[in-house]
């Protein structure tokens, strides 16, 4: 089992700058992918990146530019800096963990953590 948790949410205008924490602990051996994916109220849950235990990272067209993940392997721990937030980014941000060969597989989640923009 792996555990996973998140830090950094919060509110925000529009413009601003968020930067979401996520450490692992557990049977890290297991996984060789983290990434963030989000929710927003009505729609579904979206992989918004992800990187590997390589250092390949992928991003949603929507906030390629904007997002930025990046590990520190020796703590465990997966950022995520948000900068340039728009109101539509407004979500419950979530971390999770998993695989990841030709395409990542998410098996552990974390509880989450609201990002809200505002305009």
């Known amino acids: 089992q792996v555990q996973l948790v998140e830090s950094g949410g919060g509110s925000v205008q529009a413009g601003g700058s968020l930067r979401l924490s996520c450490a692992a602990s557990?049977?890290?051996?297991?996984?060789?992918?983290m990434g963030w994916h989000r929710q927003a109220p009505g729609k579904q849950r979206e992989l918004v990146t992800a990187i590997s235990s390589a250092g390949i990272t992928k991003y949603a067209d929507s906030v390629k530019g904007r997002f930025t993940i990046s590990r520190d392997n020796a703590k465990n721990t997966v950022y995520l800096q948000m900068n340039s937030l728009k109101p539509e980014d407004t979500a419950v941000y979530y971390c999770?963990?998993?695989?990841?060969?030709?395409?990542?597989?998410?098996?552990?989640w974390g509880q989450g953590t609201q990002v809200t923009v505002s305009s």
């Open positions: 557990g049977s890290i051996s297991s996984i060789n992918a």
């Open positions: 999770a963990a998993g695989t990841w060969y030709l395409i990542p597989v998410w098996e552990y």
